[in-house]
C-alpha cells in the first residue's frame, strides 16, 4: 500500500506518469481523477514493474534535437526567451482601466526567479502613452525655479550624461497604487495581479547630486527637485533635496546591463530608491531646483491616500517594507503532496530586507525563512523555506522585517490606521489559501 | 576678469564655454567639455510648472464662455458635455455642495457617500488643474491650448462645478481669489511619515512567532463568478515544477496568433479607439456593429471610414467630435476600416 501522508517523502513529479491530458485533469481541478492514476502509478512503482520495462521512449530513442544540425549562431541577433515560455508576459487586469495609454501591464512575478526582472518583463504604467524616443534627440535641462537657486542652468545632451562619471546599482521600483485594488476585499486572483507592479533592475547612471554641483545648485533654500518628463503627459514629481543629497538619486540610462527600454523611460529616467514608481519620471527632460513642493498632478490628483475621515495625505513616497510569496501562489495548483519550495521577494524603501518568516497556519505559527544573498538596501530580496505539503487546507503568508526594525504589517492593522478607501501604498501580509484538492487561492483573514 | 592679453582671453572663455563652471564653486566636479549654458529662450520653453503659489503662472485670461467653445471641441468627447462623463474617464465635476465652497472640505469624501471621487472633489490646489491642463490637454494633443485658452477652460471646468458664475472671467489677477473658492482646499495633510525614508510609520505590527492567532478565519475571498475574470490562468504560468496554472476559462492561445487582423488589437490600443467606441454598443461614439451596419453596404466603405478614422468627424452620430488620430497610418487606418466593415473578427 501506498503511503501519500508519509510526511517528507520525495515522490516523482507527477509528469513522469500522468500523461498531458491527465495534467489538464488536475490543472481544471478533478483531483478525484488524479488520486486513481497515484495510487495505479505508485503500485506499478512499488512492483517494480515501470522501472524494469523498457522505460522512456526519449531517453531510449535518440531525439530530433541530438541528430541533426541546430541553428547557427546569431540567427536571432537579440536573443528572445523560449517558445516555451510565451505564458509569461505582462498582462493588463481586466476592467482596472479604460485606456490602454493610461495603464498598467503587471509582472508576472509567478514565475520569476531570482530578484532580477527581466528587462522585457518588467511592468509598465504610463499616463500618456510611451514613444521610443531618438536619444540623439533628447535633452535634459537642469534650472532653477528662479536664478537664484541654481548658478548655471545648463543643457546636457545622452552625450554628455554617458560622459560623466557613473554608477550601477540594483534597486526595486514599486507603483505607490501596487495591491491597491485589494484594500476593501479580495479583488484579483493571482500575485502577477496583487503585486506585479513591482520589478527589480540594475541602473546604471550619473549621480543627480553631482549633476546639481556641477550646476551650482543652492541646497540650502533649493530643498526640492521637480522632475519632468518628455511625454505627453510631460509628468511631474517633487523629490526632497535629502534624497538627492543621499546620492542615490540617479539620472539612469542603463537597465540590466543595455540601454533602458523605451516602456522604461528610453533614453533616460530618473531613478529615486525606495520611493514608489510615479517619482522615477521616464523621458526625463528637466530637473528644476526649487524651494517649494509642486502640488503636481500626481501629487493632488492622485498618488494620495485617502484616510478615514476624508482627508487625503499628500505626498505619501515611500514605499514601506513588504513581502509576498511567490511559489505557491494565488491561481496555481499544486499537483502532489510532499515537498515544496515557498518561496517570494521581500523589499523595503526604507531599507535592508533584515528577516522574512513565513507562517502555513493563517499567521498562528511562524518560521524564519532563508535569505539568499545579495540582501541589499532598496532592493528586492528573494527568501526561500522548505514545506511538505500533507494534503490537508493550509493558508501560506509572509511576513518582512527591515534594518529599521519595521515589521510588515496585517491587513486589519492597516485599516485601523488607513480605512479601507485608499488605494495606495498597501503593505499588508498576504495570505494564500491552499485547499485540500491543492488549489492555491487569494484570500484575506 | 580677463586680461588684456588676447590669447589668454580666447584661452579663458573656451575653458568658461567648456566647463562653464565658473570659479569659486568649491565642490563642483569638473567635468571640461560636458554641458552648455541653457538659454533663456529654452528655459521658457520648457519650464512650465506653476506650483500652488502661483509661481510660473504665465499673464493672461480666459472667460467661462470661451471655454465652453473650447470644452465641446476639444474636451467634451472624452469627459462629457458637462465634465460628467464617466466613460473614459473618472468624473470632472460632481459631488460637491455649495456649503463645500464655504468650509474648504468636501463633506461627501468624508461621509463616503460618493461612489467616485471626481476630481473637483479632490482639487486642493487650483494651480495644479491649469499646469495640467497647459502641458498635457487634449489627450491625445497635448500642449495644443494656448495660455489664454487653459484660463478659459479652467473657468469653465469651475462653472460645471458651480463655483463661478456663467459671466466670469479668470485671469492671473483673480486666480487667488478662486483658490479660495476650491471646495476641498483644506482637505489635503502632509502630516505623516511616508515622505522621506527617516519618516515615523504609522502603522506597528509585532514579529510574533508561536500562537499569535488563535482564531483565524477567512474574511474575504473571490467570489466563483469571478474565477474567469482575469481570462484562463493556466496560459498565464509556466506550468513546469510541482505547480500548474488553474484552467479558469476556455485558452485564448489558439485565438491570439495569425490571421488578416492579429494587429488590430495593438492599433486599437494606440489609437485609443475603444475608449470612445464599444464593439458591439455605443459609448460616446458609434459601436462598431453600428457603423459597419451603416457602411458596409455602400461603394468605397473602406477608403470612407478610413479617412474618417484618420481625420475625425463630428455631427454624423453626434454632436460629441471624434478627433482626429495623427498616429494612425493610412495602411492602418484601411486595416481598421476592414476590420470593422467585417464585423471586428476576433
Redesign the interface.
Same mark, same amino acid.
Given at each position: 500500500m501506498v503511503s501519500l501522508s508519509h510526511p517528507g517523502r520525495l515522490r516523482r513529479a507527477p509528469e513522469n506518469f500522468l500523461d498531458d491530458a491527465q495534467v489538464r485533469a488536475v490543472q481544471s481541478g478533478r483531483r478525484d481523477f488524479l488520486r486513481q492514476a497515484l495510487v495505479a502509478a505508485g503500485a506499478a512503482a512499488s512492483t517494480g514493474a515501470l522501472a524494469q520495462a523498457t522505460g522512456e521512449k526519449l531517453i531510449l530513442e535518440p531525439q530530433p534535437h541530438a541528430t541533426t544540425l541546430g541553428q547557427p549562431v546569431a540567427a536571432t541577433g537579440y536573443g528572445m526567451p523560449s517558445k516555451y515560455e510565451r505564458n509569461l508576459m505582462r498582462r493588463e487586469s481586466p476592467g482596472l482601466t479604460r485606456v490602454s495609454a493610461a495603464s498598467v501591464a503587471f509582472s508576472p512575478l509567478q514565475g520569476m526567479f531570482g530578484i532580477i526582472t527581466a528587462s522585457g518583463l518588467h511592468f509598465e504604467r504610463h499616463h500618456q502613452g510611451w514613444h521610443d524616443l531618438d536619444p540623439s534627440q533628447h535633452r535634459l535641462m537642469v534650472n532653477g525655479s528662479d536664478e537664484t537657486l541654481l548658478k548655471r542652468p545648463s543643457v546636457f545632451t545622452i552625450d554628455d550624461l554617458m560622459r560623466m562619471p557613473a554608477v550601477s546599482r540594483m534597486h526595486f521600483i514599486e507603483c505607490g497604487a501596487n495591491t491597491g485594488m485589494e484594500w476593501g476585499n479580495v479583488a484579483v486572483p493571482t500575485v502577477q495581479y496583487t503585486h506585479g507592479m513591482l520589478s527589480c533592475s540594475e541602473f546604471t547612471g550619473v549621480r543627480l547630486r553631482d549633476v546639481l554641483d556641477f550646476c551650482g545648485a543652492d541646497y540650502r533654500k533649493g530643498r526640492y527637485v521637480l522632475a519632468e518628463g518628455g511625454d505627453g503627459s510631460g509628468l511631474t514629481r517633487t523629490i526632497p533635496m535629502e534624497l538627492v543629497e543621499s546620492g542615490e538619486v540617479l539620472l539612469a540610462y542603463g537597465m540590466n546591463g543595455e540601454m533602458l527600454r523605451p516602456e522604461n523611460g528610453y533614453p533616460l529616467r530618473l531613478v529615486v530608491p525606495g520611493v514608489q514608481g510615479v517619482s522615477w519620471v521616464k523621458w526625463l527632460r528637466r530637473i528644476e531646483v526649487g524651494d517649494q513642493p509642486y502640488g503636481a498632478r500626481e501629487e493632488v490628483m492622485h498618488y494620495i491616500d485617502m484616510m478615514p475621515d476624508g482627508t487625503h495625505r499628500q505626498y505619501t513616497s515611500i514605499q514601506e517594507c513588504k513581502s509576498v510569496i511567490t511559489s505557491p501562489s494565488g491561481g496555481q495548483t499544486l499537483l502532489d503532496r510532499g515537498f515544496y519550495n515557498i518561496t517570494g521577494l521581500a523589499w523595503s524603501g526604507r531599507g535592508k530586507i533584515r528577516r522574512v518568516d513565513v507562517s502555513v497556519d493563517g499567521g498562528r505559527n511562524w518560521r524564519t525563512a532563508t535569505l539568499q544573498t545579495p540582501v541589499l538596501s532598496k532592493c528586492l530580496t528573494r527568501f526561500s523555506l522548505p514545506w511538505v505539503w500533507n494534503g490537508e487546507a493550509a493558508i501560506l503568508q509572509s511576513r518582512a522585517v527591515d534594518s529599521t526594525g519595521y515589521v510588515q504589517p496585517q491587513m486589519r492593522q492597516l485599516r485601523a490606521v488607513r480605512g479601507t478607501r485608499s488605494i495606495y501604498h498597501n503593505n499588508a501580509i498576504q495570505s494564500w489559501k491552499v485547499a485540500p484538492g491543492g488549489e492555491v487561492s487569494n484570500v484575506q483573514i | 576678469m580677463c586680461r588684456s592679453d588676447v590669447a589668454a582671453a580666447v584661452a579663458l572663455a573656451l575653458a568658461c564655454t567648456l566647463s +562653464?563652471?565658473?570659479p569659486g564653486?568649491g #565642490?563642483?566636479?569638473t567635468?571640461p567639455?560636458?554641458? %552648455?549654458?541653457?538659454t533663456p529662450a529654452?528655459?521658457r520653453a520648457?519650464?512650465? $510648472?506653476v506650483?500652488?503659489?502661483f509661481?510660473?503662472l504665465p499673464r493672461g485670461q480666459g472667460s467661462v464662455a470661451r471655454g465652453q467653445d473650447i470644452w465641446e471641441s476639444k474636451c467634451a468627447s472624452c469627459h462629457g458635455v458637462f465634465g460628467e462623463s464617466n466613460?473614459?474617464?473618472t468624473p470632472i465635476v460632481g459631488g460637491t455642495t455649495r456649503k463645500d465652497v464655504q468650509t474648504g472640505?468636501?463633506? *461627501? !469624501?468624508?461621509?463616503?457617500t460618493e461612489a467616485q471621487?471626481t476630481?473637483m472633489m #479632490?482639487?486642493?490646489?487650483l494651480?495644479?488643474l491649469w $499646469?495640467?491642463i497647459h502641458?498635457?490637454m487634449p489627450?491625445n494633443n497635448? %500642449?495644443t491650448l494656448g495660455v489664454d485658452d487653459t484660463y478659459a477652460v479652467t473657468a469653465y471646468i469651475l462653472n460645471l462645478a458651480e463655483i463661478l458664475p456663467g459671466d466670469f472671467v479668470l485671469s492671473d489677477r483673480n486666480i487667488r481669489e478662486v483658490q479660495a473658492l476650491l471646495p476641498n482646499r483644506d482637505? @489635503?495633510?502632509?502630516? +505623516?511619515?511616508?515622505?522621506?525614508?527617516?519618516?515615523k510609520? $504609522?502603522?506597528?505590527?509585532?514579529?510574533?512567532?508561536?500562537?499569535? *492567532?488563535?482564531d483565524? #478565519?477567512?474574511?474575504?475571498? !473571490?467570489p466563483d463568478h469571478?474565477?474567469g475574470? +482575469?481570462?484562463n490562468?493556466?496560459? /498565464?504560468? %509556466?506550468?513546469r515544477?510541482?505547480? %500548474?496554472? /488553474?484552467?479558469?476559462a476556455a485558452s485564448a492561445?489558439a485565438a491570439a496568433r495569425g490571421g488578416e487582423f492579429a494587429a488590430v488589437k495593438e492599433l486599437t490600443? @494606440?489609437a485609443?479607439c !475603444?475608449?470612445c467606441h464599444g464593439v458591439d454598443r455605443k459609448i460616446v461614439g458609434p459601436g462598431f456593429n453600428q457603423v459597419s451596419e451603416k457602411y458596409r453596404a455602400k461603394d468605397n466603405a473602406e477608403a470612407y471610414l478610413a479617412g474618417k478614422i484618420k481625420a475625425g468627424g463630428q455631427g454624423i452620430w453626434g454632436q460629441v467630435p471624434m478627433p482626429p488620430s495623427v498616429t494612425i497610418s493610412d495602411a492602418d487606418a484601411a486595416l481598421l476600416a476592414r476590420w470593422i466593415l467585417k464585423g471586428t473578427p476576433e
Open positions: - | +562653464h563652471a565658473g564653486t #565642490k563642483a566636479p567635468w567639455g560636458i554641458g %552648455r549654458p541653457a529654452e528655459i520648457w519650464d512650465i $510648472d506650483r500652488p503659489d509661481k510660473g466613460e473614459v474617464f472640505r468636501v463633506e *461627501a !469624501l468624508a461621509k463616503g471621487r476630481t #479632490k482639487l486642493s490646489t494651480s495644479t $499646469d495640467y502641458r498635457a489627450w497635448p %500642449r482637505g @489635503k495633510s502632509p502630516r +505623516h511619515g511616508l515622505w522621506l525614508p527617516t519618516g510609520p $504609522d502603522v506597528r505590527n509585532v514579529a510574533c512567532m508561536r500562537n499569535c *492567532a488563535p483565524v #478565519k477567512i474574511a474575504s475571498s !473571490l469571478a474565477r475574470s +482575469h481570462g490562468l493556466a496560459d /498565464q504560468d %509556466r506550468n515544477g510541482g505547480l %500548474r496554472g /488553474q484552467v479558469t492561445t490600443g @494606440k485609443a !475603444l475608449g
